[in-house]
C-alpha cells in the first residue's frame, strides 16, 4: 500500500488517497471522484499524461513543469494557475477557464483551446504550433514572443493582446478580433476565398496540361487574332454541345424522378 497527499501551495495537506502501487495520477483520480476542493494545489512536475482531469477544480493551482501531454481538461477551471514551463502537448482544453493562468514557456503544440478563456493570461515564449484556437477568447493576453504557427484563430478574441515578436506564420487568422491588438509585425488576416482558390490552381493545372500537350505557353506570337478568334469560337462550340448533353441528361433524370413518384402513388 501506499499512500500519496496532496498538498496546496502553503504545504498544507488538501487530500490523502492509499491504495496498491498508488500513483499521483491515481490519488488525482480519486480527488476528482470526491469532488475535492483542489484549490491552490502543489502539483509541481507531476506525471499526469493522458490523465482525465474533465472538469477539475484547480484554481490558483501550481502546475509548474507538469507533464500533462495528451491529458483531458475540457471545463477545468485553471484559473489564476501557474503552469510555466508545463508540457500540454496534444491536451484538451477545450472550454477550459485559463483566465489571467501562467503558461511562460509551456508547450501547447496540437493543443485543443477551442472555446477556451485566457483573458489576461501570460503565454510568453509558449509554444502552440498548429494548436486549435477557435472562438479561443485571449483579450489582453500576454503573447510576446509566442509561436503560433500553423495555429487556427478563426473566430479568436484577441482585443488588447500584446503580440510582440510572436509568430504568427501559416496561422489563420479569419474573423479575428485584433482590435487594440499590439504588434511589431504585420498581421495577415486570412480572407482566402476557397472558391476562387480552386478555381486558380485549375488553370493553373489547364496550363499545365496545355504545356505539356503543345510544348508552349499561351504567350505565343505564332497565331494571328482572327487564329486566335477561330480557337475560341471552337471552344465555344464544344461548350455548346457539352451544355446539350448535360441538359439531355438532367432532363432524363427528371422524368425518372417523376416516374417514380407516380409509381409509389399508384402502390
Not at 501570460?122 to 500553423?150: P, Q, S, Y
Not at 509585425?185 to 493553373?204: A, C, G, Q, W, Y
Amino acid at each position: 500500500m501506499k499512500t500519496i497527499k496532496i498538498k496546496d501551495r502553503n504545504d498544507r495537506v488538501i487530500f490523502t488517497h492509499t491504495c496498491d502501487n498508488n500513483t499521483i495520477k491515481k490519488t488525482f483520480k480519486k480527488a476528482l471522484s470526491e469532488r475535492a476542493d483542489l484549490t491552490r494545489a502543489d502539483l509541481t512536475r507531476a506525471d499526469l499524461k493522458a490523465a482525465n482531469l474533465t472538469g477539475a477544480d484547480l484554481i490558483y493551482a501550481d502546475l509548474t513543469g507538469a507533464d500533462l501531454t495528451g491529458s483531458n481538461l475540457t471545463y477545468a477551471d485553471l484559473t489564476g494557475a501557474d503552469l510555466k514551463g508545463a508540457n500540454l502537448t496534444g491536451a484538451d482544453l477545450e472550454a477550459a477557464d485559463l483566465r489571467e493562468a501562467n503558461l511562460t514557456g509551456a508547450n501547447l503544440i496540437y493543443t485543443d483551446l477551442r472555446e477556451a478563456n485566457l483573458r489576461d493570461a501570460n503565454l510568453k515564449d509558449a509554444n502552440l504550433t498548429n494548436a486549435n484556437l477557435e472562438d479561443v477568447i485571449l483579450i489582453g493576453a500576454c503573447l510576446r514572443g509566442t509561436n503560433l504557427e500553423g495555429a487556427n484563430l478563426k473566430d479568436a478574441w484577441l482585443m488588447d493582446a500584446d503580440l510582440t515578436d510572436a509568430n504568427l506564420k501559416e496561422s489563420w487568422l479569419r474573423n479575428t478580433d485584433l482590435t487594440g491588438a499590439i504588434t511589431n509585425k504585420p498581421l495577415k488576416k486570412d480572407t482566402e476565398d476557397k472558391v476562387v482558390t480552386k478555381v486558380i490552381n485549375s488553370f493553373r493545372e489547364r496550363s499545365e496540361q496545355g504545356v505539356n500537350k503543345y510544348g508552349t505557353t499561351l504567350q505565343r506570337d505564332d497565331l494571328s487574332p482572327l487564329e486566335w478568334m477561330q480557337h475560341l469560337q471552337e471552344e465555344l462550340m464544344d461548350a455548346t454541345l457539352y451544355i446539350e448533353v448535360l441538359k439531355s441528361k438532367l432532363i432524363k433524370l427528371e422524368i425518372k424522378e417523376a416516374e417514380d413518384k407516380v409509381s409509389e402513388v399508384c402502390d
